[in-house]
């Protein structure tokens, strides 16, 4: 190769989960890796996110006993699949990740990594489906100190949760209002751990931030070259073969060479507004949880070159509620379970409800952008009661004893003693809402939703969504006042599609043929799971196994053409 200023072996865009799972392959093969990271940190979205990964058969479930397998999950991407599955999930991807996804977990281990499981109870968005699992597939990091990393401490992107906890106690202990004592018990010690570290000077984070910590520190003890404030500019392509990447050095273009290959992980575009009106229109990017960088740069160049883009209107949504100041918040305030617990509900501007408002947060945000495009649904309204605000919080704040300033008079929060005058004072029909709530409360008295099957899902039943100390755990009546609603609307952590890649990660054109020395993985491709979420960690988990399965592949050690 000529014309470069550098030459390396794997060259990677982006420091997602992926980047770094593939430069930690590289660099136990000898190889040289360099990673391009367009921001001032490192992390990319994982390290914002909660950083759950799904991993089927892993090692952490298989420990406690439990019985899963390649074949049970591989029914279960198939049970969730359309009759022609999407470009980016063909079975023969799908058979390469639920293979691999346990190997590339097991490697990471190897490599000191400390990761366990996220949780026992935390089941798979469709477990109803054949292969589905009830229990848990998930893999999360354990909680990292980011002292650990030296002079990079300061140059890991910050977490949504920077103290000594894991997300599954985080869940546990917002039961302590119930008379559950072990929630109690469980907040005491998540306060008495953060005074302990904050006294001996620990930094801990935690979720997404403590993976991409402890991955980052074995990436820095494998020798990997992380460049910070280093964008992709282009893909650079001779004899139809990728060969480098032009990046920018002290304010100039910089050509790097990559003899192995060039791998793209620089996340979606969900910041990219004008992207998101051709893709995704009546979605807005200040709705989004991701970093600045999310801005589709690589969507673009990929196309450009000639790759194939696909399941282009994708999004993992994350319903948010826009409370008074969330636009100045680092992660803005979810509703993820907000209208999944008992005594709450979702309605359109109509006062119609019109989804299970438990199960997947991207089916929701989905389910919310197809409602609007028939009956105005953006936004949707949560309607709730006493017996709600006494138990649960709304934008991470309790109600019950004090309103936050602001929250009624700047029409965030409704509140009235009936829900006819509830409907009025949010412009709603009062006989269509009155009866949207009576027949909920009639659901309720059954024990059965008869209209969505709110609460048949074991996953509407846990911390994530419901409340397991209730006695219906999904279910509960709107029926003490005063009655109060907030305003939802479909947020992301991410796009979901991109560009098509084959069950080695190798980016292919329109019509299937590979782009030699050229591999993709993470929200910049086209998802193995299709036009689903198929459960907590089905954009991470992919984004590491095929940063994995891509290195493999290019170091020569997988055996494949």
Known sequence: MTGF????????????????ASALVMRDAGKSVVILEKTAFVGGTTAKSGGVMWIPANRFMLADGESDSAEAAMAYLDATQDEHPAPGASPEKRRAYVTQAPRAIDFLVDKGIALQRGATFWPDYYDELPGGCKTSRTVVAKPFDRKELGPWRDKLRKGFAEFNVTLVEGMEAQGHRRTNKASGKMLLRIIGRTLRDKLLGRQYTTAGAALQGRMLKAALAAGVDIRLNAPARQIIIADDAATGVETVRDGKPWRIGARLGVLINAGGFSQNQAMRDRYIPGTSALWSQTPEGDTGDMHQELERIGGHLAQMDQLVGYQMTPAPGWDQTYVA?????????????????????????????????????KRNALVPAIPSWAIIDRNYVELYA???????KKIPDGWIESGYLHTADTIADLATSIKVDPATLTATV???????????????????????NCGFVGDPFSAQSALGAIDKGPFYAVPVVPGDVSTYGGVVTDARGRVVNADGQVIAGLYATGTTTASVMGNVYVGAGASIGPSLVFGYIAARHAAGLDNQP
């Open 5 to 20: 200023d550098e030459m390396v072996d794997w060259l990677v865009v982006g420091s997602g989960a992926g980047s770094m």
């Open 333 to 369: 305030p979810g509703a993820q379970s907000m209208t999944g617990k008992p005594h709450a509900i979702l309605v359109d501007q109509s006062g119609q409800r019109y989804m299970n408002e438990g199960g997947s947060y991207e089916l929701y945000c989905e389910t919310m952008r």
């Open 394 to 400: 709304i934008a991470g704040k309790f109600i019950d």
């Open 438 to 460: 009576a027949r909920w409360n009639g659901f309720v008295a059954r024990g059965v939703d008869e209209d969505f099957q709110r609460g048949a899902r074991a996953y509407d």
